[in-house]
């Protein structure tokens, strides 16, 4: 029993690494346009997000991969996570000081997001979630990770039209829950 869980798990490292090192150059792209949009570099670097997204996917033992699609989903709420928990870090360190803004801006955030903006964001991503896990996703993929329709399409097997209407949806929600005080 012992042989077959490490020939899964060996399995399953492959698996990774191959999708890692295919998808390399546009996790790079990704983290690039997450972090640099605004022409403005800030202390996380496109580098050490994409080896913290290496890490943080080789290390998950509940990520087994199945196809380049199941891997972009799972790279950008990895993706999500690290910016959200980097904003918290620093905003903890600082305490109170000064936000300095992360610029994060798809067709959700026309201007420069900052700091605690993300954070509002991720805690309206999970009210969303818990109404519908779908949309969500599909935020995780355009807003943290930049992907563009046909990307996300592509990614969850679904047709471009359905993820601008669940993209239009999604924003609707998010901006009624972000509107909230």
Known sequence: MESTDEALRAERSR???ELIAA?????????????FQS???????TSDLVSETYLRLAA????????????????ARTIRSIIVDYIRERSAQRRGGDVEQVTL????????????????????LEELRQ?????ARVVEMRFFAGLTEQEVAAA???????VRRQ???????????????
Do not use: C, M
Request: aromatic residues 6%; charged residues 30%.
């Open 156 to 162: 969850l097997g679904v047709t471009d039209r359905t």
């Open 131 to 135: 109404l519908d896990p779908h949309l």
């Open 15 to 17: 698996r990774i690494e």
């Open 23 to 35: 998808n390399y150059a546009d996790l790079r792209r990704i983290a690039h346009a997450r972090l």
């Open 105 to 124: 801006v798809t067709e959700l955030a026309a201007a420069p997001v900052g700091e605690q903006e993300v954070l509002r964001i991720d805690g309206a």
């Open 60 to 75: 998950a033992a509940s990520f087994d991969p199945q196809d380049r699609a199941h891997f972009l989903a799972y790279a």
């Open 167 to 181: 993209w239009e949806k999604a924003r609707r929600l998010l901006a009624t829950v972000l509107a909230d005080p």
């Open 39 to 45: 022409g403005r570099k800030t202390l996380l670097q």
